[in-house]
T-cell receptor, first 115, second 107 residues
Framework: DTEVTQTPKHLVMGMTNKKSLKCEQH?????MYWYKQKAKKPPELMFV???????INESVPSRFSPECPNSSLLNLHLHALQPEDSALYLC??????????????FGQGTRLTVV | GIQVEQSPPDLILQEGANSTLRCNFS?????LQWFHQNPWGQLINLFY???GTKQNGRLSATTVATERYSLLYISSSQTTDSGVYFC?????????FGTGTRLQVFP
């Protein structure tokens, strides 16, 4: 099974709302990622968790708050977003790279619209 | 940081044609993957190919790590091959995506 599951698939939220995106995998992967993809652009890395610890934050605004409660789950908490944050948010997982690089698998994404 | 460029940016084919997509990267990498992104946004794994050649049906890929490029070959293209093709490279535990090739296959 190489499945990464993201919920919800679609989300519309107001600029004053608080919402969360959820990502789950059961492949025993210990590295998990959040990416943001705007229309007609490649995915851009936001955060990397390795062994449930935040290892990379690509200077993401604090209105995006990641959380890794356990090795199978990754959340992205959203608060006070702006319309320009509307995008496809992708979660991925892999075995930890340890500098060697391993195959990453992606969820189907959450399409977020901020109104 | 590492730069990943893909060419061509856009490709229009008639069904049955063959094509070659290229991915150039600016530094040594630990990993290289090819993905197909369908119209619904799903990134589908095509190849995990840090070096060498692999084939899967009508698709094959070659990575020449020493020369910092990878090629994706699509033979006998079908309308279902339409979408965006990304290469992505792993450098210092970050998977960085290339600029993408948008492929349209017409019947």
């Amino acid at each position: 099974d190489t499945e990464v599951t993201q919920t919800p698939k679609h989300l519309v939220m107001g600029m004053t709302n608080k919402k969360s995106l959820k990502c789950e995998q059961h492949m025993g992967h210990r590295a998990m990622y959040w990416y943001k993809q705007k229309a007609k652009k490649p995915p851009e890395l936001m955060f990397v968790y390795s062994y449930e610890k935040l290892s990379i934050n690509e200077s993401v605004p604090s209105r995006f708050s990641p959380e890794c409660p356990n090795s199978s789950l990754l959340n992205l908490h959203l608060h006070a977003l702006q319309p320009e944050d509307s995008a496809l948010y992708l979660c991925a997982s892999s075995l930890p790279g340890a500098g060697q690089g391993t195959e990453a698998f992606f969820g189907q994404g959450t399409r977020l619209t901020v109104v | 940081g590492i730069q990943v460029e893909q060419s061509p940016p856009d490709l229009i084919l008639q069904e049955g044609a063959n094509s070659t997509l290229r991915c150039n990267f600016s530094d040594s990498v630990n990993n290289l993957q090819w993905f197909h992104q369908n119209p619904w946004g799903q990134l589908i794994n095509l190849f995990y190919i840090p070096s060498g050649t692999k084939q899967n049906g009508r698709l094959s890929a070659t990575t020449v790590a020493t020369e910092r490029y990878s090629l994706l070959y699509i033979s006998s293209s079908q309308t279902t091959d339409s979408g965006v093709y990304f290469c992505a490279v792993d450098n210092t535990d970050k998977l960085i995506f290339g600029t993408g090739t948008r492929l349209q296959v017409f019947p």
